[in-house]
């Protein structure tokens, strides 16, 4: 009967926490603001390196690469050792 009252104390203090935790929204609190933020850091980037592309006149759509490393680094790569307009002259 011992053993009983222990798995049934826990299985109630795991209750009250995961009721609590529901209650106090601290951490999901925070990883919201994290992603929002990484979200407008991550939007901010890719609309300057558009910006950056469209004076370049290269397509604002290479900026989708660096959503991917790996494509971003080939991607850069690749514009790097493209003929600009400037070498035309």
Same mark, same amino acid.
């Given at each position: 009967?011992?053993?009983? $009252?222990?798995?049934? *104390?826990?299985?109630? &203090?795991?209750?009250? !926490? @995961?009721? #609590?935790? /529901? %209650?106090?929204? +601290? =951490? $999901?609190?925070?990883? *919201?603001?994290?992603? &929002?933020?990484?979200? !407008? @850091?991550? #939007?901010? /980037? %890719?609309?300057? +390196? =558009?910006?950056?592309?469209?004076?370049?006149?290269?397509?604002?759509?290479?900026?989708?690469?660096?959503? /991917?490393?790996?494509?971003?680094?080939?991607?850069?790569?690749?514009?790097?050792?493209?003929?600009?307009?400037?070498?035309?002259?």
């Amino acid at each position: 009967m011992r053993g009983l $009252i222990t798995y049934a *104390a826990v299985f109630h &203090t795991l209750a009250i !926490i @995961m009721i #609590l935790s /529901f %209650l106090v929204p +601290t =951490a $999901i609190t925070y990883a *919201a603001v994290f992603h &929002t933020l990484a979200i !407008i @850091m991550i #939007l901010s /980037f %890719l609309v300057a +390196t =558009a910006m950056i592309l469209r004076r370049t006149n290269h397509s604002p759509l290479w900026c989708l690469l660096w959503l /991917f490393p790996p494509a971003g680094v080939v991607g850069l790569w690749v514009l790097a050792f493209k003929p600009w307009p400037s070498d035309k002259k």
